[in-house]
């Protein structure tokens, strides 16, 4: 259903009783990337999944920063009566699980990132970024989803992916040719890496216990999650073999299990 909040409207869709666990996905998805993970619980859960800003049903309502996000994130979550609530992002939501954390502690129980960051650290590398994510917003607008996603799909980040079944990157390429050209790149232009607030910094202050997920294969997050478990006080550091950048598709099993557990311990 719509949720709206300062004149904005989010797609939410919430299912299940006991401890609230928000779900965020990455650039280019929606609702539908948690699909596999919450059949595979065993728990039952409170789950909450939101279309991000520009993506899928919640689609272009307008350039917003993360920090932006985040206060509609937390209003919402007022409204709907959710007092403390564990998050769990990949990649772009991990950013977004992180920056909500940082940014609103007091709400926040657990954390749980996989293949997330917290950011670039230096201004030049954040302003090489921001002129490679507006490139980016150019050419989804320019060239339409379809071609968008043909060379998103094939990036090195997403190697790993050949190795899925022909039905997941069936469903995948769904959910991302889906998309609206418009929102991506406001999403891009808001909420992109090199746009975001670096937070290296600021992994001192979370106080919520991190558990922290990477595929063996993905070895650039896999550096930036083993700096980041130095630098958070009660983190938890998992990596699964045999696989890249999206664990939750390459080994939902095995993903969910980790999930599960650490949410329920």
């Not at 619980?41 to 920063?65: E, K, M, Q, S, W």
């Not at 808001?190 to 997920?213: E, F, N």
């Not at 983190?235 to 969910?256: C, M, Q, S, Y």
Request: with cysteine; proline share 3%.
């Amino acid at each position: 259903m719509y949720k709206k909040i300062r004149g904005r409207k989010y797609w939410v869709e919430e299912e299940g009783e006991g401890p609230v666990l928000l779900m965020l996905h990455g650039f280019t998805g929606s609702t539908l990337t948690f699909e596999e993970i919450i059949e595979q619980f065993n728990t039952t859960f409170r789950v909450v999944r939101i279309d991000l800003p520009g993506h899928a049903r919640t689609g272009a309502i307008g350039v917003l920063t993360m920090e932006q996000f985040c206060r509609d994130l937390k209003d919402l979550l007022m409204q709907m009566n959710v007092d403390k609530v564990s998050l769990l992002g990949y990649s772009m939501g991990g950013r977004t699980a992180l920056s909500f954390s940082i940014l609103y502690p007091e709400l926040v129980d657990k954390l749980i990132l996989e293949s997330a960051s917290p950011g670039l650290q230096s201004s030049e590398d954040q302003l090489a970024r921001q002129a490679k994510d507006e490139g980016l917003a150019r050419k989804v607008a320019e060239e339409g989803i379809e071609s968008f996603v043909t060379m998103w799909e094939n990036i090195p980040l997403f190697r790993t992916q050949v190795n899925l079944s022909a039905e997941a990157k069936r469903k995948l390429r769904e959910e991302r040719t889906k998309q609206d050209p418009k929102g991506l790149s406001e999403s891009l232009i808001g909420m992109g890496t090199g746009k975001q607030p670096s937070w290296w910094d600021r992994l001192g202050t979370v106080s919520a216990d991190v558990l922290l997920i990477t595929g063996a294969e993905d070895h650039k997050f896999h550096r930036i999650n083993e700096h980041m478990t130095k630098e958070l006080p009660n983190a938890k550091w998992v990596t699964i073999d045999n696989a890249g950048h999206t664990v939750h598709l390459e080994e939902p099993r095995i993903f969910a299990k980790i999930v599960e557990d650490f949410m329920i311990q």
